[in-house]
């Protein structure tokens, strides 16, 4: 089975507070992403990565940045975390094979609260 | 640009009833379409997904889905509900050549009565 890590299920930051949150696949997938989940508004993507090194911004990047050094490790960095940041943090992978694309595999979540 | 819509907020079934979870998509060309389900406290788990051809699609756990392009509509099915189907569903809308990026809905939150 994949299996996607999310290394903390629960963080509690302060405003202003540099946070990272670190996601690790063990199934060789190239493509990784990051999502943010609030109630009412689904899944929104903030970044993916479809190689190591390489990310591009989803819908909502603003006051998020990524980093890919390896290809099973992608890590979410808010610089400086403010309210609005609180919410839950999905990790996800995925193959770029054809007939597997798009299907994603994803962390058990980080709930996130910025006080 | 590709959206989804999911009309239904939340849906009360009782057990052993049938169930259907409306799904209704955007997309410029032949999509990728998924059905997620997340269970309190967890991470999203593929129920079913459909890429081409047959369109009606099983998935886990006795769902199955149906595609009709001419609806723009993947609806999520299941002839007889159990309690531990309670969960939250999102449908989602994903290209063939964007690196697999997909586009969620907002979700259906599904209660079942006993």
């Known amino acids: 089975d994949v299996k996607v890590t999310q290394s903390s299920r629960y963080l509690v930051k302060r405003t202003g507070e540099k946070v990272f949150l670190e996601c690790v696949q063990d199934?060789?997938?190239?493509?990784m992403f990051w999502y943010r989940q609030d109630p009412g508004l689904g899944l929104r993507l903030i970044y993916f990565s479809y190689d190591v090194k390489m990310k591009e911004k989803g819908d909502i990047p603003e006051g998020y940045s990524v980093s890919r050094e390896k290809k099973e490790r992608f890590s979410l960095i808010l610089e400086s975390a403010s309210t609005n940041q609180t919410s839950m943090y999905l990790c996800?992978?995925?193959?770029?094979?054809?007939?597997?694309?798009?299907?994603?595999?994803f962390g058990e979540g980080s709930r996130l609260t910025v006080l | 640009a590709q959206s989804v819509t999911q009309p239904d907020i939340h849906i009360t079934v009782s057990e052993g009833a049938s169930l259907e979870l409306r799904c209704n998509y955007s997309y410029g060309a032949t999509p990728y379409l998924f059905w997620y389900v997340q269970s309190p406290g967890q991470g999203l788990q593929l129920l079913l997904k459909y890429f081409s051809g047959d369109t009606l699609v099983q998935g886990i756990k006795g769902f199955e889905a149906e595609f009709k392009r001419s609806q723009s509509s993947f609806n999520l099915r299941k002839p007889s509900v159990h309690w531990s189907d309670a969960a939250e569903y999102f449908c989602?809308?994903?290209?063939?050549?964007?690196?697999?990026?997909?586009?969620f809905g907002d979700g259906t939150t599904l209660t079942v009565k006993p």
């Open positions: 996800a992978s995925s193959l770029r094979t054809s007939g597997r694309i798009g299907e994603l595999f």
């Open positions: 199934m060789d997938h190239e493509n």
């Open positions: 989602a809308v994903g290209g063939r050549t964007n690196a697999g990026k997909s586009t």
